[in-house]
């Protein structure tokens, strides 16, 4: 059996969350165009939704599969699906085409993330994570830095169509390199997928979402989602192979890692997709500079979460978490204070990297909390099941902060939809009347500041529940064994 080359495959890793990083800040800067050539305002939270729910729902499900089948051959498929609906969203000539398309993006993001980070779990002792998880964080800090203006530059002088086209040569590299240099032996056990779980999960979230995103018109999928949620839960308890184990709940480090997680990934996708919008539609700011109020955020992160990585060894989990926690309540309520057409940039991008920094230190110490809490042979669930609350966590902020922009448009019935979706075209609504823009505009900036304090109640949410987070001893010298079930070679 041949031996896994470490640093090969951890560039292989590298390139996969690169692409995920650079779909954040690249779309988000280009959005607001693509809703001036395609219309549909009134979808503009789908776009971010549909890509977030298809990967919330698949994640935990990929994070079982790679505890079954390994973590190889998941990987792979979930990165060929990605570029698959990279390709097809580039090619969307509407709307409605673009949101199916990035749905099946969603679908293959969903095996990305999670079995990336899980795979550095495996390759690496809990020494080396700790500093590899913090260095890994760097990619996140590259493509903060290269998005926004990768995105400006292909808006003005490409079309908005190549944002999703220069994943495929990304994508190409980072299967090469996993089919060549990382190994796995997989020893076969009895097995069996829990898809009564998965359909009852995925039910669930969907309608969680249309109750949440419907802002008062979709009330009826609240007590929908309930049951179904509910139903899953007593599923889950009596399945062999559990989607999510509900037993890795019952340590406090997992649990409220997850509801930590929800609040803080709210917050942060709230951010990246309402900050964009507000500095073009409310502000009149160009693309490159919406992407630029989020770059402070995105390249804080992974500054921060390298010192964490190493901090961590000798402070331990809880005052990086509480810390990284209580700096995202003040970031976003500086922001919520200061984002207003009179406020200097330079304080705006301050407050974003602030928030950045918090979540740098309490994201980080949180996962990996979560992966030395339970052994490899659920290494993988538990380390899905996490980035699925941050990721449903985002989904759900987004929804219900998308309801409440929608709904402050629909009050006045006097604005076109169709001068919204002008005043975020190129010509920034040239040959709309000015009191329509007037309005339109005062409209969308009610509706985006009650967003921005919506985004600082969810970290302090995340912050409340990083108070309770137990006092975790690091076990630092366990070495990858060889006896695990799937053990790297």
């Not at 299967?175 to 020893?187: G, P």
């Not at 951010?271 to 804080?300: C, E, F, K």
Request: glycine residues 12%; hydrophobic residues 50%.
């Amino acid at each position: 059996m041949r031996k896994t080359h470490r640093p090969l495959t951890t560039l292989a890793l590298a390139l996969s969350l690169f692409m995920a990083a650079l779909e954040v800040t690249v779309v988000s800067t280009a959005m607001p165009t693509v809703v001036g050539e395609l219309g549909g305002i009134q979808s503009y939270a789908w776009v971010f939704t549909a890509y977030m729910l298809s990967s919330t729902i698949t994640v935990p499900i990929y994070g079982k599969l790679s505890d079954l089948y390994g973590r190889k051959p998941i990987l792979l498929f979930g990165t060929g699906l990605f570029l698959v609906g990279s390709i097809a969203s580039g090619l969307s000539t509407s709307m409605n085409m673009l949101i199916a398309f990035r749905t099946l993006q969603g679908l293959g993001a969903g095996a990305m993330q999670p079995v990336s980070l899980t795979i550095i779990g495996d390759i690496y002792t809990i020494e080396e994570r700790a500093k590899v998880q913090g260095a890994f964080s760097a990619v996140w800090g590259i493509a903060g830095l290269v998005g926004p203006l990768t995105g400006g530059l292909i808006v003005k002088y490409l079309s908005w169509h190549w944002i999703f086209f220069i994943n495929v040569p990304v994508g190409v590299a980072t299967s090469l390199l996993l089919v060549t240099f990382f190994h796995e032996q997989v020893k076969h056990r009895p097995q069996q997928l829990d898809y009564a779980g998965a359909a009852l999960l995925a039910a669930g979230v969907v309608a969680l979402l249309f109750g949440v995103q419907g802002f008062g018109r979709n009330l009826w999928a609240l007590p929908a989602a309930a049951v179904l949620l509910i139903a899953f839960v007593f599923v889950e308890r009596r399945a062999p192979e559990p989607v999510i184990p509900m037993s890795i709940f019952k340590q406090p480090a997992i649990a409220i890692s997850s509801v930590a997680g929800a609040c803080f990934s709210a917050a942060m996708f709230g951010a990246t997709t309402y900050v964009p919008l507000y500095v073009q539609a409310v502000l009149g700011g160009s693309p490159t500079l919406a992407g630029g109020m989020i770059t402070p955020m995105i390249v804080a992160w992974p500054t921060a979460a390298l010192f964490a990585g190493r901090l961590m060894l000798k402070t331990g989990f809880r005052p990086l978490i509480v810390g990284g926690l209580g700096l995202t309540v003040a970031g976003t309520g500086a922001m919520a204070l200061l984002l207003k057409p009179d406020s200097p940039i330079l304080l705006l991008q301050l407050a974003m990297g602030v928030f950045g920094v918090g979540l740098g230190f309490a994201s980080t110490a949180l996962l990996i909390a979560v992966q030395t809490s339970v052994g490899w042979e659920l290494r993988g669930v538990a380390t899905a099941s996490n980035m699925f609350f941050r990721t449903i966590g985002g989904v759900l902020g987004v929804g219900i902060m998308g309801g409440v922009m929608v709904s402050q448009l629909m009050k006045d019935p006097s604005i076109p939809i169709s001068a919204a979706n002008a005043l975020l075209g190129p010509e920034h609504g040239h040959g709309v009347s000015p009191e329509i823009l007037k309005t339109l505009s005062g409209a969308l900036g009610t509706g985006l500041t009650v967003n921005f304090w919506l985004i600082c109640a969810f970290s302090v949410a995340a912050f409340t529940a990083g108070l309770f987070f137990p006092r975790v001893s690091r076990n630092t010298g366990t070495p990858v064994s060889t006896g695990d079930a799937v053990a790297p070679h």
